[in-house]
């Protein structure tokens, strides 16, 4: 008998799954039997990664995409529907978070962080969900942050545009939920990866200012991914579930 976590049969796209939180959902998304198409810009990682799924017996190919606009994320679309035959999961992790006072950030900066966490976003749910739609079944996890809750000094722009994933979240449960598309969101707490590690103690100050005291592992954040692409959350949609260590709640 197949646990309501399973995705045996499901085909999932995974993008900024070369490193960090990324990485660890493709992993934990094959163990529980999808077939994970693991997209990102640097090929070695991302090789790794499959190499990783496949000698645990797991589904996985990688699959290259340096997302910046809307014309990247619709070939991302359209090469995961070439390898995949369709996606069933698909999961918005790719992400840039420069934390830097307001005044400092340049008009690149501000755009090149738009055109990752929202735009690369909105046209890849854009171009997959009318399938998953056609087909009435379907589950979108948009990977945002705690500071998208809260204001923070520093992450104006970081915390701005994953506010807007959080929106578009709630917005497409509007829009794909009656078509049984299940669109949510999870906000993330600091959390241990290759991105984070240059923040160094910096990471741990931030942790501490939640009851759990303490960064996470990105496999904390992947059992919440699982949980959430999963007929297990089958009743969920359009949250924004905090994984943060309980940061937001008090
Ligand atoms: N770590 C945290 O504390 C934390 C907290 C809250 C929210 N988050 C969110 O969680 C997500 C993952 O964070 P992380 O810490 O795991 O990140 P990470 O270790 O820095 O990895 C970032 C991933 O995104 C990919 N990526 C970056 N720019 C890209 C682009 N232009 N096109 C395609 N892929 C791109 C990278 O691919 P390549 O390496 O192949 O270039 C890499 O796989 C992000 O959305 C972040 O905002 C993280």
Redesign the pocket.
């Known amino acids: 008998m197949t646990s309501s976590f399973s995705l045996e049969g499901d085909i999932a796209l995974v993008?900024?799954?070369?490193?960090?939180?990324?990485?660890a959902t493709a992993v934990a998304l094959a163990g529980q039997g999808a077939h994970v198409l693991v997209?990102?810009?640097?090929t070695g990682?991302?090789e790794a990664v499959v190499t990783t799924i496949r000698s645990r017996g797991g589904k996985a190919d990688f699959v290259a995409?340096?997302?910046?606009d809307a014309e990247?994320a619709r070939q991302l679309a359209r090469r995961a529907v070439e390898i995949g035959g369709r996606v069933d999961v698909l999961v918005n992790?790719?992400?840039?978070?420069a934390f830097q006072p307001t005044a400092e950030v340049t008009e690149e900066q501000f755009d090149a962080a738009y055109a990752?966490?929202v735009k690369?976003t909105f046209f890849l749910v854009a171009e997959l969900a009318p399938a998953m739609a056609a087909r009435g079944k379907g589950a979108i996890v948009n990977?945002?942050?705690?500071?998208a809750a809260f204001g923070a000094a520093g992450a104006a722009l970081?915390g701005s545009s994953?506010a807007a994933v959080n929106l578009l979240t709630k917005a497409w449960a509007a829009e794909y939920g009656p078509h049984g598309v299940r669109v949510n969101a999870l906000g993330?707490?600091?959390?241990?990866?290759?991105?984070?590690a240059a923040m160094g103690d910096g990471?741990g100050q931030l942790a501490a200012q939640s009851p759990a005291g303490r960064?996470a592992g990105?496999e904390e954040?992947a059992a919440a991914v699982v949980y959430l692409a999963s007929d297990a959350a089958s009743f969920v949609q359009g949250v924004v579930l905090p994984v943060d260590g309980g940061r937001t709640a008090v």
Request: charged share 10%.
């Open positions: 993008t900024g799954a070369t490193s960090g939180i990324g990485a997209a990102g810009r640097n990682r991302g995409a340096d997302l910046s990247s992790n790719a992400g840039a978070y990752l966490n690369a990977i945002s942050t705690q500071v970081y994953k993330v707490g600091p959390t241990r990866t290759e991105g984070t990471l960064p990105p954040i």
